[in-house]
């Protein structure tokens, strides 16, 4: 089976701190994507990286940033949090090709106070 | 432009009973679609998928999907709901002429309640 973790279950940061949320996937996927989760509004995708040190915005990558230094891990990174990112925060990882699943982690609830 | 729609915020369904959360979606090409269940407090998982042949598709748990080129829908059904199918549901397509790999155009999620 294939298993996405992610860093941390819930989170509580301060404005203005850097933040970084860690995925980690073990199937050898060549895909991974960050999407935030609000309700109402579905999936949101932050960023994605189709191999390692590449990435692609997706449609909401203002005050983000990611890294991808091995093919496994994927990390999203706050430059400086703001209450408005106060999310559910989903890890997603899938092999090439337009029709494959994606895999997702159990999400990491992060909260900017 | 591609869309997706999911009609309906809620369905509440007597367990036991047959449940459908409808989806419907506009793509430009032949989609590719989705269906992913989301249960409290946890990520997403796959249900099931069309991509091509069969219009009707079998998943996980029990589920199966109707997929109707004319109506430009992909229903989710099961033929008899239970209790542990109360979730959050989340249908998405992505258009196969797409250059993109990886864009997925995702509804905004059905709340599935099953009644005891």
């Known amino acids: 089976d294939v298993k996405v973790t992610q860093s941390s279950r819930y989170l509580v940061k301060r404005t203005g701190e850097k933040v970084f949320l860690e995925c980690v996937q073990d199937m050898d996927h060549e895909n991974m994507f960050w999407y935030r989760q609000d309700p109402g509004l579905g999936l949101r995708l932050i960023y994605f990286?189709?191999?390692?040190?590449?990435?692609e915005k997706g449609d909401i990558p203002e005050g983000y940033s990611v890294s991808r230094e091995k093919k496994e891990r994927f990390s999203l990174i706050l430059e400086s949090a703001s209450t408005n990112q106060t999310s559910m925060y989903l890890c997603?990882?899938?092999?090439?090709?337009?029709?494959?699943?994606?895999?997702f982690g159990p999400g990491t609830r992060l909260t900017v106070t | 432009a591609q869309s997706v729609a999911q009609p309906e915020d809620q369905v509440n369904v007597a367990e036991g009973n047959p449940l459908t959360v409808k989806c419907t979606y506009s793509?430009?090409?032949?989609?590719?679609l989705f269906w992913y269940v989301q249960y409290p407090n946890r990520g997403l998982q796959f249900l099931l998928k069309?991509?091509?042949?069969d219009n009707l598709v079998k998943g996980s748990y029990g589920f199966e999907a109707e997929f109707n080129k004319s109506q430009t829908s992909f229903h989710l059904k099961k033929p008899s709901a239970l209790v542990s199918d109360s979730a959050l549901y989340f249908c998405a397509v992505r258009d196969s002429y797409e250059d993109s790999n990886y864009q997925l155009i995702w509804g905004a999620g059905t709340k599935l309640i099953i009644k005891p």
């Open positions: 069309y991509i091509t042949g």
């Open positions: 793509v430009s090409g032949n989609p590719y």
């Open positions: 990286s189709y191999d390692v040190k590449m990435k």
């Open positions: 997603a990882s899938s092999l090439w090709g337009r029709a494959k699943e994606q895999y």
